[in-house]
């Protein structure tokens, strides 16, 4: 996960109402099944004596945005009766997690993240397109309308007839291209998924200019026809964003594995090789398995995560605090500009913590 929009959330006062839950909106009980999981988040809240300002400012922002479209996860980050983080997720979370604590608990919205790279769907066909941006906020969708080339009306006979055709077709996708390369700018996508008709994809897929053509797939499904379903090209769009986080898994945990076997390589594990390294701003990627319950010491400034009390109070942190290290590190991690990786079953990290070094 790159940390740098989350870096504004390390200036702020907490206690932190950190909530990720499901909010998917794919069956017909969807708004009930959300009212539910909202009362199940307002008592658990209560029950870990938020104030009711942040509790407040928490459920309106879900009641007060528009669904999101079949699976979704979100994560709502807020305190002293303000919202300072509210992300959506391509899929919903494991499980409902809601904590109200002195750090932010930002590990599922970690595990996610590269469910929620900035990306384009665009279903296109001969005479137009839909373009959806997808990020981190409700998804934006630009409709672009050309000439039906059926449409055009012939002057001189069958032959002259159809170079009307091709040219206007070639108009379109050239005004398609434009359009998407905008969007692509605009949203900083890292992914472009082509769906529609398989000719008209092909077509724009060409006249893409070439750095959104390195970053373009063409997938089946789609269709612009009116009443058309989406669940089909929405499975294909999840199965490529998944596969892009397990590609990417699997080469951080390589890299890891690589530097750990060096001699003097570019990685460390455990909690006081980890928090050592953070306290140093050395840290470029943090590494989370399963750290479980297990605590740290933390200071009143971001970095100052130790072990144990000792290593603080040598800083001049008179009263070192207990923190749960799955928020503190992270934390940490986050303040000095490192990104942060949840790994599976890839890696046994030890104490549940790596990290790879920007140097040695």
Do not use: C
Request: charged share 25%; aromatic share 4%; no cysteine.
């Amino acid at each position: 996960m790159d940390t740098s929009a989350l870096r504004d959330l390390t200036t702020a006062g907490g206690p932190f109402a950190s909530v990720h839950f499901d909010e998917s909106h794919d069956t017909e009980d969807a708004a009930k099944q959300l009212t539910i999981r909202l009362k199940e988040i307002e008592a658990a809240l209560s029950d870990q004596r938020a104030d009711a300002e942040t509790v407040h400012a928490v459920l309106q922002a879900v009641v007060g945005s528009e669904p999101p479209v079949g699976k979704a996860g979100r994560s709502i980050v807020a305190a002293h009766g303000s919202v300072l983080l509210d992300r959506r997720l391509a899929a919903p979370p494991p499980e409902q997690i809601v904590r109200f604590s002195a750090l932010p608990y930002l590990l599922p919205l970690a595990t996610h993240e590269a469910e929620t790279l900035p990306y384009l769907v665009v279903v296109t066909d001969q005479v137009g397109a839909e373009v959806t941006e997808h990020g981190r906020g409700t998804p934006r969708t630009e409709t672009v309308e050309g000439v039906d080339p059926l449409e055009v009306q012939g002057g001189s006979g069958p032959a002259h007839r159809d170079k009307q055709t091709g040219e206007t077709a070639r108009q379109n996708f050239e005004e398609i291209a434009r359009h998407v390369a905008k969007a692509a700018e605009r949203s900083r996508a890292e992914l472009v998924v082509l769906a529609g008709e398989v000719q008209a994809r092909t077509a724009l897929h060409e006249r893409l200019p070439e750095p959104v053509r390195r970053i373009t797939t063409e997938v089946e499904g789609g269709s612009r026809a009116p009443g058309s379903s989406r669940e089909e090209l929405d499975r294909r769009v999840h199965e490529l964003l998944a596969g892009r986080r397990l590609a990417s898994l699997d080469d951080v945990a390589e890299k890891f594995r690589a530097e750990s076997g060096r001699e003097s390589g570019l990685a460390v594990s455990g909690l006081e090789a980890v928090t050592t390294a953070l306290a140093e701003a050395n840290v470029a990627t943090l590494l989370v398995g399963s750290p479980g319950a297990t605590s740290v010491f933390a200071g009143p400034e971001p970095t100052q995560v130790a072990v144990g009390k000792a290593g603080l109070q040598a800083l001049g942190v008179a009263d070192p605090e207990q923190r749960r290290a799955d928020e503190a590190i992270p934390f940490a991690a986050v303040a000095t500009g490192a990104e942060v990786v949840v790994l599976d079953e890839r890696l046994d990290l030890w104490e549940g913590f790596g990290a790879l070094l920007r140097h040695s």
